[in-house]
C-alpha cells in the first residue's frame, strides 16, 4: 500500500517544505507544530510559495486550492494517530528528538513508519527511544526542499528493507531523486560538505582572502551557485555548527571540527541571514553587504 497519510513534525524552514512538497504530490498531510503562531506563520510560507508557483504559471489557480486543502495545521501530537508516516524536521538536538519519538510512538498505530530529517543524528540513537527500530528511517532533504532534488534516504541497521522501499518509493513520489545512504552521521551529503564549509571558514581566519573573494572563487571558479561563506548564512551558522559538534563527536577528525572564528559567531547570534548578520550584513535584504571578519 503506498504511504497516503503524511505526519509532518516542526513547520519551520524544512518541516514547511516537506509539507509543500508531500501535498503536491497528492498526499494528505498533517503539519504539527508547538503553538498556533508558528503553524501559521509555515502554513503562510507554505501559501505564498505555492502563490508564487501560479504568478510564474508553473502552477495552476485551482491545483493550488487542491494543494491547500490536503494540507492540515495541528499543535495536537494526537492528530498523528491515522499517518502511515511522520517524517520529523523538529529542533537538531538529540533529546528534544528522543522526548519527540518516545511521546509519538504511543500515538501512533504499529504500522507507522518514522522518518527523521536530521542532518546528522544517528538514526539509531532516536529509533532506541521507541518501540519500533525496524519500522524507523533518515529521509534527509534539502534547503530550500521545494527547490533542491535530493532526498537522501538512510537505513540503520535495524531497519526492515520492505520499510526502506516504501521511504524510497515516496520520496521519488515527491518528485525528488533518491540517494540510499547508511546510519553514518553525516550521511553522503554533509560528510562531503560540512569540512569544505568549516575550510571555508578557517580560510578566511587565517587571511587567505576576504569574504567576498573566497565566494567569487567557489562560485565563478567551479559553478557553485552560492559562495560556502553565503551558503553558512543560508543553512545558518547555528545549525552547521551543531552538525560539525555532532559529526566530530562521531568521527574524531580534525576535519569535523569547529573553526573558532564559527563558535564566536554562533556565541555572538551572528546565526547567518535569518539573524540579519553572519558573514554578511543582511539590513538591506536584496544587497548583503560583505564583513571584514579578518
Ligand atoms: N522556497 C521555495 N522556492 C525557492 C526558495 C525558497 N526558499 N528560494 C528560491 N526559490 C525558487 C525560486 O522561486 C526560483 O524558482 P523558478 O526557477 O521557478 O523561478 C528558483 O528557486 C531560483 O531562485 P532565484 O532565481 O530567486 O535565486 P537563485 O537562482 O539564486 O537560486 C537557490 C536560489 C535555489 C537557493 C540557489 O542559490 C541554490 O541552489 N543555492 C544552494 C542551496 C544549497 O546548497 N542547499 C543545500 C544546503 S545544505 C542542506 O540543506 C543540508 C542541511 O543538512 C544543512
Known sequence: MPLEKVGVAGCGLMGSGIAQVAAQSGCEVIVREVSAPLVEKGLQSIEKNLARQVEKGTLQAADRHKIRARLKGTTNLEDFKDRDIVIEAIIEQLPAKKEFYSALDKICPKHTIFASNTSSIPITEMATSTTRPD????????????????????????????????????????????????????FIVN????????????????????????????????????????????????????????????????????????????????????????????????????????
Open 191 to 294: 560528510r562531503l560538505l560540512v569540512p569544505y564549509l568549516l575550510d571555508a571558514v578557517r580560510a578566511l581566519e587565517e587571511g587567505v582572502a576576504s569574504v567576498e573573494d573566497i565566494d567569487n572563487s567557489m562560485k565563478l571558479g567551479c559553478g557553485h551557485p552560492m559562495g560556502p561563506l553565503t551558503l553558512l548564512d543560508f543553512v545558518g551558522l547555528d545549525t552547521t555548527y551543531y552538525i560539525s559538534q555532532i559529526m566530530f563527536d562521531e568521527f574524531k577528525e580534525k576535519r569535523f571540527a569547529s573553526p573558532p572564528l564559527l563558535k564566536r559567531m554562533v556565541l555572538a547570534g551572528w546565526n547567518g541571514r535569518k539573524a540579519g548578520r553572519g558573514f554578511y550584513d543582511y539590513s538591506d535584504p536584496a544587497k548583503p553587504k560583505a564583513l571584514d571578519l579578518r
Open 135 to 186: 519500522r524507523f528511517i533518515g529521509m534527509h532533504f534539502f534547503n530550500p526542499v521545494p527547490v533542491m532534488k535530493l532526498v537522501e534516504i538512510i537505513r540503520t541497521i535495524a531497519t526492515d528493507p520492505k520499510v526502506f522501499e516504501e521511504a524510497v518509493a515516496l520520496g521519488t513520489r515527491f518528485g525528488k531523486t533518491v540517494v540510499r545512504t547508511t546510519d553514518r552521521s553525516g
